[in-house]
């Protein structure tokens, strides 16, 4: 019951954690690096405790983040669905991966993220981006494991202090 | 020859439904960014919603001020009683022109009198801090610490010292969005300085460029042209510096050029703004016409 209760307060603190830092500023030579948190949080509860997180969640959270960086209603929130939807659907594999090869694939995932991304910003008339606009992915991919590490260790000591 | 028919889902199954779903949360995304991006009904939520995400940002613009504040507090004397020299420095030299301008102002009020003129020169502008978060790099947006509570309103002109910035998108209560003129959806109408030609800065999602598409070869353009607003739109008033030409070139068919501006004002997240409260005097509306079409029969 308290390894719930800990791993739920974990869970909603991890993803305001990671709305803050997707919010703050890093100097400008740095900027186009800036890894996409949410993503990456929202991917490790995927293959962590897919039990509690779905589409749903997903979705939500993301109309949150849209309405907090003033995007376009509902383009993170799709953003959100379409990797949590395959994070799941690929689970079972990626969750057995060592931990670089877990890395690679969410690159893959981050990539296919900024095509998403790369599509409604088109549509929405707003213009073909700069070449630098792929390289927050591969942040993203080198931030992986020691996010991994770091969550992990955060809910074992919380299972640990029970 | 009674088959069980397994009543547990098979793994096709929940597939095929988190497929379904996830259709079913695509469609209602593309609605809803359809509607917002066309309706603008949304709006008001947001409105709303930014009482709540102003303590994020406020929490997220922390690390920043707290370096800032850490640099003021340690940076060398030495560098302080420099900067502050060269500061005062430039004031003097800004109040020299200043009066120098003054008279030349005194004399155009003259001649406005005389003309019959109308319009002021004065602006009012207000400082406001620039809310040092990221919004997302690839996107020409910025937060300011103003909101409606201070007056703000939805299309006000965003200046720097050197020029114009942008113009606000949507206001909250506490904090305001604003787009800069470098956005691809932000158009805005310019004059050239030496020429008067008027035309349409278009921004082109690079910090450093706008794009002034369709201008006739025959129009004298020359790269260090300053562009000033032309008022035209009226959310401007007349006047601001906007860029300044860097590069033409000839367009595909060779009819028009191409000129490439770069903007005057610092478009960096950090620092402080002017909002503009003057009102651009509204153009004279022509009284609306009933029918364009076809004149009837029998009229």
Redesign the interface.
């Given at each position: 019951m308290s390894t719930n209760r800990h791993s739920q307060w974990l869970f909603w603190s991890s993803l305001l954690v990671a709305l803050l830092l997707a919010l703050v500023p890093l100097p400008a030579s740095l900027q186009p690096f800036k890894p996409y948190m949410p993503a990456l949080v929202m991917l490790y509860w995927v293959l962590e405790a897919p039990d509690g997180i779905g589409l749903g969640v997903a979705f939500g959270f993301g109309l949150i983040a849209d309405l907090l960086f003033g995007t376009l209603f509902g383009e993170q929130a799709v953003r959100l669905a379409i990797l949590v939807f395959l994070g799941m659907r690929f689970r079972a594999r990626i969750r057995f991966f060592p931990l670089w090869q877990q890395a690679l694939a969410v690159l893959a995932l981050l990539l296919n993220d900024r095509v998403v991304v790369l599509g409604i910003r088109v549509f929405a008339g707003e213009g073909w981006p700069q070449p630098s606009f792929w390289l927050s992915p591969l942040a993203g991919m080198l931030l992986w494991p020691w996010l991994f590490l770091l969550m992990d260790g955060l809910g074992q000591w919380g299972r640990a202090r029970r | 020859m009674a088959y069980d028919i397994p009543e547990k889902p098979t793994l096709f199954d929940q597939?095929a439904s988190?497929?379904l779903?996830?259709a079913a949360?695509?469609l209602?995304?593309?609605?809803?960014?359809v509607?917002?991006?066309r309706g603008g009904y949304?709006d008001r939520?947001?409105s709303w919603?930014?009482v709540l995400?102003h303590p994020?940002?406020v929490?997220?613009?922390s690390?920043?001020r707290l370096s800032r504040w850490l640099s003021e507090g340690f940076s060398e004397r030495q560098r302080l009683v420099d900067d502050n020299r060269a500061m005062s420095q430039s004031l003097l030299l800004a109040e020299a022109r200043l009066n120098r301008l003054q008279a030349v102002q005194q004399q155009n009020l003259r001649l406005r009198e005389l003309l019959g003129a109308k319009r002021s020169l004065g602006l009012q502008v207000r400082f406001a801090e620039l809310v040092?978060?990221?919004?997302?790099?690839?996107?020409h947006?910025i937060?300011i610490g103003l909101g409606s509570r201070d007056g703000v309103f939805a299309g006000q002109a965003v200046i720097d010292a050197r020029g114009v910035m942008g113009q606000v998108?949507?206001v909250g209560p506490f904090s305001s969005?604003a787009i800069l003129i470098t956005?691809?959806?932000h158009a805005l109408p310019v004059q050239v300085g030496r020429t008067g030609l008027r035309t349409i800065a278009f921004g082109?999602?690079?910090p450093d460029a706008l794009a002034l598409p369709n201008i006739p070869v025959s129009a004298d353009l020359r790269t260090g042209d300053r562009l000033y607003t032309s008022g035209l739109g009226g959310i401007f008033p007349a006047g601001l510096p906007v860029a300044q030409v860097v590069d033409i070139a000839s367009d595909d068919t060779g009819n028009f050029v191409v000129a490439r501006a770069v903007p005057e004002a610092r478009l960096?997240?950090?620092g402080e703004v002017l909002l503009l409260w003057d009102e651009p005097a509204p153009l004279p509306q022509p009284p609306p016409t009933d029918d364009m079409g076809l004149p009837e029969e029998g009229e």
């Open positions: - | 597939e988190a497929t779903r996830l949360f695509l209602l995304g593309i609605v809803l960014m509607a917002d991006h949304l939520v947001r919603f930014s995400a994020m940002y929490v997220a613009s690390p920043a040092d978060i990221d919004l997302d790099p690839f996107r947006r937060v998108l949507t969005h956005d691809p959806s082109t999602g690079r960096e997240r950090s």
